[in-house]
């Protein structure tokens, strides 16, 4: 009698753990995971996400590249580097989860499933690039108003009492937004690394190419 093996229905990219590797900060160092699950075990948003990044990391290794790069577990991470630290084997899980999320974004994975997110990063970068500071209430109200006016107001009303909370307890600052000084210097720094950041990308492509 002939065995046959069971049909999958799942893709797998058995590439993807060598392309992770070579383009993912810190992706080099994946395999030196022995999946103990002390990241997963340590992360504070572990229950806001698909997987955890042991499992994350076991699936890369599997070559499930559709679902690594569309799992919410690179977009729920707050890089609060607990489970980078407590690591046994220095993976740099943070960095690889940011990086994995900002090669999604490349990739035409992320955009719509993160719309919210991506909405937000870009009022905090807004704030950040032209005050180099971040001012909440700028923040708060172009993200609100980024999905249109009636979301906007709706939101805005939803947590007014929050608002006016902070507000009294001097949490929120009221009147001009503050600048740091010598914002010409801050714009320099951007500007350069918008120009590593393009010339590294620009070198990926030519990898993934060759
Ligand atoms: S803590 Fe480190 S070695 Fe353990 S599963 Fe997470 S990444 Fe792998």
Same mark, same amino acid.
């Given at each position: ?10 893709k797998?990219d058995?590439?993807f ?46 070559g499930m590249k559709d679902e690594v790069m ?39 994975? @992320?955009? #719509?499933?993160?719309? /919210?997110?991506?909405?937000? =990063?870009? &009022? ?66 951007? @500007?350069? #690394?918008?120009?590593? /950041?393009?010339?590294?990308? =620009?070198? &990926? ?6």
């Amino acid at each position: 009698m002939t065995a046959h093996l069971p049909e999958t229905k799942r893709k797998y990219d058995l590439t993807f753990a060598r392309w992770v590797s070579r383009n993912v900060h810190g992706g080099d160092k994946l395999n030196m995971c022995m999946q103990c699950g002390v990241c997963s075990g340590s992360c504070p948003l572990g229950e806001q996400m698909d997987y955890g990044p042991r499992r994350l990391f076991m699936m890369i290794r599997a070559g499930m590249k559709d679902e690594v790069m569309k799992s919410d577990t690179i977009w729920n991470c707050v890089a609060c580097y607990r489970s980078e630290v407590r690591c046994p084997r220095g993976v740099p899980v943070t960095h690889i989860l940011d990086s994995l999320s900002v090669v999604a974004v490349r990739e035409g994975y @992320a955009e #719509a499933k993160n719309a /919210e997110t991506t909405r937000f =990063a870009k &009022a905090f970068w807004w704030s950040a690039k032209k005050f180099g500071l971040t001012d909440e209430r700028l923040v708060t109200a172009l993200y609100y108003f980024s999905g249109g006016i009636g979301e906007g107001i709706r939101k805005g009303m939803a947590n007014q009492k929050i608002a006016l909370r902070m507000i009294g307890k001097k949490r929120m600052h009221v009147g001009m937004p503050r600048k740091i000084k010598r914002r010409g210097e801050l714009k320099k720094i951007l @500007a350069k #690394a918008v120009e590593i /950041e393009n010339r590294n990308d =620009a070198a &990926a492509g030519e990898e993934v190419k060759s």
